[in-house]
């Protein structure tokens, strides 16, 4: 499979000068997607890419009941999927993870989730036949609440967790290295006249590199 690259900012950093900020990106890269054993037969060949929509390069598969659109933020990943078949689809949210650079699969909430309930069953998202889910995931162990004075929910990162008040850049770039060559990846179960199909969609960590200020 032929494999396009993206550079994409991952990482906020909040310099000593106020309004200030730079941001540390990987080059990513949409490897390769598995999917059910007669996924040719029933749903034809693929085809991966990167795309440009709403200001924001997505990584993108296609087939022939999905097509699938996936943008890195720093805390979630933007996720644009349309149901190319004429029939009913749902995405079985419970069932979806979030595998980590370090191969740890974790359960994944989307949008419209209450967080105090981060760790409840969640309903499916239907996609009527032709339609469009806009939507963004994240890994639920990724959030936690802080007491205090200026507490409240707070969000890791889904790679490289920085100190928002970090000001040595080159330091962190070096951080952000180790995960260079590494995978993480999203299971995400489509169900369509009653058949789960699992696809699980595998992204390559690139070098790590300073973005400009902005």
């Not at 994944?108 to 969640?122: T, W």
């Not at 994240?138 to 008040?165: E, N, Q």
């Not at 299971?187 to 960590?205: M, R, S």
Request: hydrophobic share 40%.
């Amino acid at each position: 499979m032929k494999r396009h690259v993206i550079v994409v900012g991952i990482i906020a950093l909040i310099l000593g000068c106020a309004g200030t900020t730079q941001r540390i990106g990987f080059n990513m890269s949409l490897e390769k997607v598995e999917r059910p054993k007669d996924a040719k037969e029933r749903f034809g060949e693929v085809n991966t890419t990167t795309v440009d929509s709403l200001g924001k390069k997505y990584l993108l598969f296609e087939d022939n009941l999905v097509k699938a659109m996936f943008f890195f933020g720093y805390e979630q990943i933007s996720l644009i999927l349309e149901n190319k078949s004429d029939h009913t689809m749902k995405i079985n949210w419970d069932n979806a993870a979030w595998i980590s650079p370090t191969c740890e699969s974790s359960r994944i909430i989307h949008s419209g989730v209450r967080l105090v309930d981060r760790n409840a069953p969640q309903s499916p998202s239907v996609i009527v036949r032709n339609g469009k889910l806009t939507d963004s995931i994240l890994p639920s162990d990724h959030i936690y609440f802080s007491s205090g004075k200026y507490g409240g929910w707070r969000y890791l990162a889904l790679l490289h967790h920085t100190d928002v008040m970090a000001t040595d850049m080159q330091s962190e770039l070096q951080k952000a290295q180790k995960y260079a060559g590494k995978t993480c990846g999203i299971l995400l179960p489509i169900e369509i006249e009653g058949v789960q199909n699992d696809y699980i969609f595998t992204f390559k960590i690139g070098d790590a590199e300073i973005m400009k200020r902005y």
